[in-house]
């Protein structure tokens, strides 16, 4: 891409990878056709496709036209699923294992491969088991699978020691097939989270206290399929205000709900922008070069994790001097390089970043280690003057559909050089 350009115009945002994976994993709860409307077309929403092929159930991929690259999953499950998930695929994508839970919960056993280490650090997997023993499944670990067995689930209180967002999903989606109410508290408070309950209260589940931290499931013996519309992705929303804000342009992105950015719009009205709330998204505007503000990410409704990239690369163009904390993942600043490869000013020290802000950066190959630390570069990109090369950009769209044909709508000079795949 050659930097430059503001980025202005309008922008569709469809559903949230981080919903839509895990609605289509909820789709196991219920024998029949399910359909769900908003789901990106990425790579990773394949990848959970083909999870629940393996599973016995048919799925299918409609794109919609005009969809800001969305479209409509219908998952036709079986009356008795298959109950294995192989490596290759949660190798692929760890969220394959949100299977886990519907189909321990459904099927009374499940083998799931372990997903091994990411790029973003270890990432547990210690509150799934434990809260899965907890509603009275046995959990072995064989061959590298992890393997539940529970002839009935049975409601239980679970403490979790940290709101973990797939440890959340997984339990909940267990607890509604159990015996019983289970209450799990120190919840994930996340809106993928909202929107799975919502789906699953529509499908019959009994659920009170999605979005705070005690959630009370009352278990019911069956579900019913529905047809269910994942919630807007409140991260690529995020990466365009972000994008807006950073080359001092003018985006109203559509469909993204305020509520659900609410920090993160704070500190780009901090750091001198203008946000407007409107009945179907928000406008974001910058005159002028924005000034640094401090982010610390916490689970929700703090910073995201997922925008703390873009964070880095608006300090790195900002005004003055900005900490950034990361307290989700340990290994997420190890983009940190790339940025500086295109000139910005930062020291990592443990989980803090210090970035001094420069006027511009400078263009350079970089290669995206991750989705989000690639989309951070390929914003840091349209802030750098010459032609910045980012490889490995498969990452980046495994988050963004359409990611470079968004771009140029909004302006940006940026085309892709290498097919996906
Ligand atoms: C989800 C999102 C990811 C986002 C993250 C936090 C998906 C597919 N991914 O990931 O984009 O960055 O939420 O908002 O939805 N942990 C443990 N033990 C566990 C579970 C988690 O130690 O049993 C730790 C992890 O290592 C990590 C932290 O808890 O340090 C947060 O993880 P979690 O909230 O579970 O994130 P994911 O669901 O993996």
Known sequence: MTGGAALTGRVRVTGAKNSALKLMAAALLAPGVTTIEEVPDILDVAI???????????????RTAGGGGGGRVVVDVPEKPSTET??????RMRASISVLGPLVA??????????????IGSRGLDMHISGLERLGATIVSEHGFLVATAPRLTGTSIWLDFPSVGATENLVMAAVLA????????????????????????MGARIDGAG???????????????????V???????????????????????RAVAGHLAVALDKLTDAGAQVES???????AMEGRPRCVDVVTLPFPGFPTDLQPMAVALAAVSTGTALITE?????????????????????????????????????????????????????????SDGVTEVQEVHHVDRGYPDFVEQLRGLGAQVERTQRPG
């Not at 959970?48 to 409609?62: D, N």
């Not at 015996?179 to 529509?202: F, H, S």
């Open 278 to 284: 409107l009945p179907d998204g928000i406008r974001v």
């Open 232 to 254: 807007p992705d409140r991260i690529v929303a995020g990466t365009w205000a972000i994008g807006a804000v950073m080359t001092r342009g003018d985006v109203v992105i559509e």
């Open 212 to 230: 705070t931290s005690t959630i009370t499931i009352e278990g019911v013996d069956g579900l019913a399929p529905v047809t269910y519309t994942t």
């Open 86 to 91: 192989d490596y290759d695929l949660v190798r």
């Open 179 to 202: 015996q019983g109410t289970t209450v799990i508290d120190n919840a994930a408070r996340e809106p993928e989270i909202v929107d799975l309950c919502t789906m699953l209260g529509a």
């Open 48 to 62: 959970m496709s083909e999870v629940l092929r393996r599973l016995g159930c048919e799925v299918t991929y409609e």
């Open 327 to 383: 307290n989700v993942f340990e290994g997420r600043f190890m983009f940190v390089n790339e940025l500086v490869r295109l000139g910005a000013d930062v020291r990592i020290d443990g989980h803090h970043a210090v970035v001094r802000g420069r006027e511009k950066l400078s263009s350079a190959p970089v290669v995206a280690t991750d989705i989000r630390a690639g989309a951070g570069l390929v914003l840091a990109g349209l802030v």
């Open 106 to 119: 459904r099927c009374g056993t499940a083998r799931v491969a372990l997903p091994g280490g990411d790029a």
